[in-house]
């Protein structure tokens, strides 16, 4: 059974840093992409950014290029994000995603599993 557990959450004020893991496990991931999204109060699920199996292709939304970036390590099955210089518009669930496919996508529809979320807060 595929499950994704998200890590490294919390609460920090506004220029701070926070990094995010997300952990695979049940069947190894080293040929799949992996995404983040983040999802605040009353708004719908967005894109963050996305990696290709590889690590040789990444895709940031435009609100977060420049402060983050994400990586992955495919001996552990895990993948992260380094937020840095981060704005209260920043609070939300941040979720991370895996596909079935070795393409970066962007979009939700490409994502095949899901992890539970962890939460973001920014202080201002």
């Known amino acids: 059974q595929v499950q994704l557990v998200e890590s490294g959450g919390g609460l920090v004020q506004a220029g701070g840093s926070l990094r995010l893991s997300c952990a695979a496990s049940?069947?190894?991931?080293?040929?799949?992409?992996r995404g983040w999204f983040r999802q605040a109060p009353g708004k719908e699920r967005e894109f963050v950014a996305s990696?290709?199996?590889?690590?040789?292709?990444?895709n940031y939304a435009d609100s977060v290029k420049g402060r983050f970036t994400i990586s992955r390590d495919n001996a552990k099955n895990t993948v992260y994000l380094q937020m840095n210089s981060l704005k209260p518009e920043d609070t939300a669930v941040y979720y991370c995603?895996?596909?079935?496919?070795?393409?970066?996508?962007?979009?939700?529809?490409?994502?095949?599993?899901w992890g539970q979320g962890t939460q973001v807060t920014v202080s201002s």
């Open positions: 995603a895996v596909t079935n496919r070795g393409v970066a996508y962007t979009r939700l529809s490409g994502y095949d599993y």
């Open positions: 049940g069947r190894t991931f080293s040929s799949y992409a």
């Open positions: 990696i290709s199996w590889s690590g040789g292709t990444t």
